[in-house]
Structure formats: C-alpha cells, structure tokens
C-alpha cells in the first residue's frame, strides 16, 4: 500500500532563509508526488508534482521539490523563506498505474517563518 | 485547473441529525472525491463519487453513514447522517480531471461542528 511520510510536526525559518520540508514516500510502483498548502480556514491548493522528467521541479509561488528515487524522498523547497509562507504543507502520493486519481496525503508539517 | 465551490462553508448541527454538503465544479471532471481532515490530522479518503452509480468506500465508512450522489460530470453531494460530535471535522471535495494530469483540485472545505 501506498504511503507518505512527513517527519517533522513543525518548521520554523527565519524570513529571507531558504527552508525544506521533508517528505518521504512509500509505493509499489512508480510514484506521481504532489505538494499541496493550506491556509488557514482554507481547502488545499496544489502546489507542484512530480509526473516524470527532470528530478527538480518547480511550481507555484517560488517552491520547488527534488524527486529522488533511490532515498525515496520529496521534499519541498524555497530558496527564500516569506512571512506569507506560514502554513500547513502535505505531500501526497499515488501510485503511476492505479489508472485512478486517489491521493495519500501525508500528515502535514506546519510551517512558520519568522519576520 | 478546475474551481470547485463548496456549500455550506460551516455549519454548527445537533447530534442526531444529518446534513447534506455539496460540491459544484466548474467544469467536467473525470473524478470526484470526498475527504475528511479531522482537527489537526491529515485528510481521509470517504469515497470515490461516481457518476450515475454507487458511491465506492474506503474501509471504515459506509454509505449509510455518509451517503453520496453525483448526478452529473459537475456535481457532488455528501450527507453525513446521525451526526455524533466524533464527526466534527473539515469536509473536502476534490475533482481531478483525467489520469495523465494527476493533481487533483479542492474546494474550500465544509467545516462542521456537532455538538
């Protein structure tokens, strides 16, 4: 069975500093990776995947994640942490030939940048 | 990317009682799915809403607990039935459009309160 985890509860970061939320996956197959946030008091908003391709991807609001297969991992970066970032994060996973959109979300990290 | 409204966004019922949440999306999509984000956990997979036919479950809920309907390509209904406080949680309806694009889209949650 497919599975995500998220390690850490909580992130802190100054503004300015890059930050990383971490995220590891657990599938069969070949896995199609997603990040999504959410604000709070708010549904999830997609943020990037990972189908297939180059390793690093890159998706909305600076944010970009590096799928590495052999450390089974996905985690989501910034080069530059915003106030405005302070949110809940998932990572979520499904496997590449359920032929089926069902999405395992991980346990969600908070994330809080600091001014 | 598809828009997915929600109604209602939060309500406040009795125990005993049902209430019906529904989804509209404002396009045709392949799948609808309800989730559930219990206070501070991650989101749960309810059900698949197929359309024209039964819902399909995940292990651990049941269409007499939580019937669903979807009529068409753009509309979802979800009722949770006999409401008990452990049902207190954010309800989410999520729509994808094909197996190739892989995300899927949320709407902006129902969050319920039983008391």
């Known amino acids: 069975a497919q599975s995500v985890a998220q390690p850490e509860d909580q992130v802190n970061v100054a503004e300015g500093n890059p930050l990383t939320v971490k995220c590891t996956y657990s599938?069969?197959?070949?896995?199609?990776l997603f990040w999504y946030v959410q604000y709070p008091n708010r549904g999830l908003q997609f943020l990037l995947k990972?189908?297939?391709?180059?390793?690093l991807v890159k998706g909305s609001y600076g944010f970009e994640a590096e799928f590495n297969k052999s450390q089974t991992s996905f985690h989501l970066k910034k080069p530059s942490a915003l106030v405005s970032d302070s949110a809940l994060y998932f990572c979520?996973?499904?496997?590449?030939?359920?032929?089926?959109?069902?999405?395992?979300f991980g346990t969600g990290t908070r994330l809080l940048v600091s001014p | 990317s598809a828009v997915i409204s929600q109604k209602p966004s939060r309500d406040i019922c009795q125990r005993g009682t049902s209430l019906t949440i529904q989804c509209q999306v404002d396009?045709?999509?392949?799948?609808m799915f309800w989730y559930r984000q219990q206070p501070g956990q991650s989101l749960t997979l309810i059900a698949t809403?197929?359309?024209?036919?039964?819902?399909?479950?995940e292990s651990g809920f049941v269409i007499d607990k939580f019937p669903i309907s979807r009529p068409n390509l753009t509309f979802s209904t979800l009722t949770v039935s006999n409401m008990s406080p452990e049902d207190s949680s954010i309800y989410l309806c999520?729509?994808?459009?094909?197996?190739?694009?892989?995300?899927?889209?949320f709407g902006e949650g129902s969050r319920l309160t039983v008391l």
């Open positions: 999520s729509a994808g459009g094909g197996i190739d694009t892989g995300e899927l889209f």
């Open positions: 599938v069969s197959g070949n896995p199609y």
């Open positions: 990972y189908i297939t391709g180059d390793n």
């Open positions: 979520a996973v499904r496997e590449r030939n359920t032929g089926f959109q069902k999405l395992v």
């Open positions: 396009s045709q999509v392949t799948m």
């Open positions: 809403a197929n359309q024209g036919s039964e819902a399909t479950y």
